[in-house]
């Protein structure tokens, strides 16, 4: 009885702590048997299994929809980018949908079988002839070849947006289920949570891994129809992992909707436009009661630990805090007077919003990679020894074929010596490991066009055809490139959401996924579009890479890509600005504290 007491305890006090976190059962979690590394481990068990099977498809379906489906290089390389850019977007409404009303572990759950349907039809799809075109050569005669249409398109890409709807709504809850088995205002626990952010990264690289070597293989020589099908299994396993940890999981309690109380600050600050602000903040609505217990004043925007940073920036937002004396006589209506903490989270959305956009171009690059440099594989002599044949889709292999040393040494080696030269727990800071990461893309695609071009004048002038490995660069340098900037990303987002907005904020780092996709499939007709003269197709409308010229396509994106890291300096510095010293939180009943060049994000960032 005693020891069922002190259970009670502990989870009341992890309660206090400002989060509300509950048992399978609906119980407050004890932090003895609930959370922590343990748990997580199941969620990354589904992650490696869930990466494993959406890579094997995405990764490869390029080659599936040009030689089965029958559809040109340029259409088929759009299918692909706006298959993977749905994807993302789709992490939105996983996102609203976890924090809001179902939790992280029933949305993961529900759109986990949601995606397992999806490869199921596919897998049906790609083993019956009844729907697809007849067989043809798209490389030596694609003018015989019948392009899939009617019922046959329709199945095809009702089970194809199946698996994007799944994949979409599970993937930023896979990230914010993990992260929260870790109390973040617990100090003795930020350490595990940077080391979960790597592990997270190593779960995607070895997934990717196995998916672009075995299942990949299988793809290649038992058919897609198999290929599918052992994608299929695999979510079963990741299923299984998830629910296997059921009686560990720390769960967040659903907040409610979560974007009415962001449109509500708004509403109201437009509404209060003319009113004067008063010259100290604690004098707006709730300035010292959400300063003092945290979550007191009903909204699921609470800031984070109960701790706001208040900064001059945005400050027009504030006047929805203004209480009038009309609505001191009439009573508070939400869309006329917020609160102070609703006011905080939208300031933190509309300050982090330039480092999501500085990571568009990013995609865009990793866009390439997954079409296009696919297609130069295919093109390039993949025999390796006598009779083995390198499958040109299991070249984005060899990123993460590095990766799964890298990412554990980086986190054993240069994390504690990072760290004891900035103080900090991750070794630099999040808005660093971004900054690296966009700096190291250019190179990416400065090497991928020097080597298409040796390839082509190979191939066009000498009538050589050379080995695939010479694509290996390209793939190296942007798998360090991810590494930086995929993380950085994730946990700079984490950090700066507040209880209850979790999983929507990892939703919003992978819509930069998805805006890089959609933002390559408008720069492949743009492209094409301007250089087109003449009857030529533009530089990537020939379906023919030894007529197409895609070397100066990756010279473009390697110039956006450095423009683009110059652009996230300026963003990087202003989401920064403001010693660390000068950023402190509002207390009541202080007078004298200056709000000059205050910020509201993280206290301990850097300036990258």
Known sequence: MEGRRSEYKDG????MSGETTLDWRGRPSNPR????????????????????????????????????MHFSLSESANIVTNFVGTIFLLA??????????????????????????????????????????????MISNPSECVEAKGFKALVFFVALYLVALGSGCVKPNMIAHGADQFKRDDPSQSKKLSTYFNAAY??????????????????????????????????????????????????????????????????????????????????????????????????????????????ERFRFLEKACIKTQ??????????????????????????????????????????????????QGSSMNTRLGRSFRVPPASLQSIPYLMLIFVVPLYDALFVPFARRLTGRESGISPLQRIGSGLFLATFS???????????????????????????????????????????????????????????????????SYSFGFYFSSLLVSLVNKVTASNGDGGWLGENDLNKDRLDLFYWLLAVLSFLNFLNYLFWSRWVSRGPPSSLAPLQPNVDNVSTKNLGNLDPNRDIP
């Open 12 to 15: 009341e006090l992890n309660n």
């Open 445 to 511: 695609m400065v090497a991928a066009a020097l080597m298409e071009r040796k390839r082509r004048e190979e191939a066009v002038v000498h009538g050589e055809i050379i080995s695939i490995f010479w694509i290996t660069p390209q793939f190296l340098i942007f798998g360090l490139s991810e590494m930086f900037t995929a993380v950085g990303l994730i946990e700079f987002f984490y950090q700066q959401s507040s209880n209850g907005m979790q999983a929507f904020l990892m939703a919003i780092t992978y819509c």
């Open 202 to 311: 190593f779960a995607f690289s070895v997934g990717e891994l196995v998916a672009l070597t075995v299942l990949v293989w299988v793809q290649t020589h038992s058919g897609m129809d198999v290929g599918f099908g052992v994608s299929a299994a695999v979510m079963a396993m990741g299923l299984i992992s998830l629910v296997s940890g059921t009686l560990y999981y720390r769960n967040k309690r659903p907040q409610g909707s979560i974007l009415a109380p962001l449109a509500q600050v708004i509403v109201a600050a437009i509404v209060k436009r003319n009113q004067a602000l008063p010259s100290n903040p604690q004098l707006l609505h709730g300035g010292q009661k959400s300063m003092n217990d945290g979550n007191t004043d009903g909204s699921s925007l609470s800031p984070r630990g109960g701790h706001l940073f208040h900064t």
């Open 33 to 68: 048997k609930h959370g922590g590394m343990r748990a997580a481990a199941f969620v990354l068990g589904l992650q490696t299994f869930e990466i494993m099977a959406i890579a094997a498809v995405g990764n490869n379906l390029i080659t599936y929809v040009i030689n089965e």
């Open 326 to 375: 009309e609505e001191g006589k009439s009573g508070e209506s939400p869309w006329r007077l917020c609160t102070v903490s609703q006011v905080g989270q939208v300031k933190t959305l509309l300050s982090i919003l330039p480092i999501f956009a500085c990571t568009i171009v990013f995609n865009t690059i990793l866009a390439q990679l997954q079409t296009f440099s696919v297609q």
């Open 92 to 137: 939105l409404l996983g996102g609203y949908l976890s924090d809001s009303y179902l939790g992280s572990f029933w949305t993961m759950l529900i759109f986990g079988f949601v995606e397992l349907s999806g490869f199921i039809l596919l897998s049906v799809q790609a083993h019956l002839p009844q729907l697809k075109p007849p067989k043809c050569n």
